[in-house]
């Protein structure tokens, strides 16, 4: 596999690639150096691959509880699968978590009511958006794969360096 240093030693270089991996997912687009661009695009889509091929894989199962006043309900109970807990694990491990943030002009009790049961929102949005949105690309054109476009922009004052832009397609 072709490893590009990029001028970090290995747990820098980790890191900041998974922090890149994370923006792109979170924000849809960001611009760095096209060599960052281009290794943090790889991460990206395998991240996606390896939701996609398990973002719906959820067993359901009815249990019977008893309510306040002693009554019998039925509550259905969805987990996730062996196949998605375990890419959920993986993808864990790579990317940063991101939390939500209030909107400009949204009150409290909307952004908490929006929030509640969100642990991991990233997480949550690549399985929940991400994942169905690009499964259902792959069936329409038959191929899999291109989640991300790496787009070359301007030469960066400073430094001289080729700058780009990664965006989700």
């Not at 890149?20 to 990206?44: C, N, P, Q, S």
């Not at 991240?47 to 894989?57: G, H, K, R």
């Amino acid at each position: 596999m072709d490893t590009r240093k990029l001028g970090k030693p290995t747990d820098q270089r980790l890191a900041m690639l998974s922090n890149l991996a994370t923006d792109i997912l979170w924000y849809g687009h960001i611009e760095t150096t096209f060599d960052r661009a281009k290794a943090a695009a790889r991460m990206v889509e395998k991240i996606l691959t390896l939701a996609i091929n398990s973002y719906e894989d959820v067993v359901t199962s009815e249990k019977v509880t008893l309510d306040g006043n002693g009554k019998e309900k039925k509550v259905t109970v969805s987990k996730d699968g062996v196949k998605k807990l375990n890419a959920r694990r993986r993808i864990i491990a790579m990317v940063e978590d991101r939390q939500e943030h209030k909107k400009k002009g949204e009150k409290q009790a909307d952004f908490e009511a929006r929030t509640q049961g969100i642990e991991m929102p990233l997480i949550e949005k690549i399985f929940d958006d991400l994942a169905p949105k690009y499964a259902e690309r792959n069936k329409e054109t038959g191929k899999q794969g291109g989640y991300t476009r790496v787009i070359k922009t301007n030469i960066r004052r400073g430094d001289n360096a080729q700058m780009a832009l990664v965006e989700l397609v």
